[in-house]
C-alpha cells in the first residue's frame, strides 16, 4: 500500500485544518493512523482508524474532542480533521498503514506500522 498525505499549512490558533490521506494498493486491508512529530521531539501517535470506517477510532487524549478521524473508501481517502488548533499541534504530520484481517483492529504505536507516507506540515500561530 501506498500513501500520501496533504492538507498542511499554516494557521492562526484555534483555527482549523484538514488532512487527507490518499491510499493506493490493498487499501482495504488495511488500518490507518496518524501521527506527528514537531521539532525536537519523537513521533507521536494522534489517531487510528480501523479498516471498517464505521467499527473503531482511536485518538490520543490532547485531541479528543478537537479531531476526527474519518474514511471513505470509495475515495480511498483517509482525512484528519483538526479544530481549535493550538501551537502545540504544530508539527510534521504523517499517515501510516497496517494490513488487518480484523475489521475493527486499531494499533496504537509507530512501529506496529508497516506503510507511511510523506509529511505535510502543520504550524499553529498564537
Known amino acids: 500500500v501506498q500513501l500520501q498525505a496533504s492538507g498542511g499549512g499554516l494557521v492562526q490558533a484555534g483555527g482549523s485544518l484538514r488532512l487527507s490521506c490518499a491510499t493506493s494498493?490493498?487499501?482495504?486491508?488495511?488500518?490507518v493512523g496518524w501521527f506527528r512529530q514537531a521539532p525536537g521531539k519523537e513521533r507521536e501517535f494522534v489517531a487510528a482508524?480501523?479498516?471498517?470506517?464505521?467499527?473503531?477510532?482511536y485518538y490520543t487524549d490532547s485531541v479528543k474532542g478537537r479531531f476526527t478521524i474519518s474514511r471513505d473508501n470509495a475515495k480511498n481517502t483517509v482525512y484528519l480533521q483538526m479544530n481549535n488548533l493550538n501551537p502545540e499541534d504544530t508539527a510534521v504530520y504523517y499517515c501510516?498503514?497496517?494490513?488487518?484481517?480484523?475489521?475493527?483492529?486499531?494499533?496504537?504505536?509507530?512501529?506496529?506500522?508497516?506503510?507511511w507516507g510523506q509529511g505535510t506540515l502543520v504550524t499553529v500561530s498564537s
Open positions: 494498493g490493498r487499501t482495504l486491508s488495511v488500518a
Open positions: 501510516a498503514a497496517h494490513y488487518t484481517f480484523s475489521t475493527q483492529q486499531v494499533k496504537k504505536t509507530a512501529a506496529e506500522y508497516g506503510y
Open positions: 482508524i480501523s479498516r471498517d470506517p464505521g467499527k473503531k477510532t
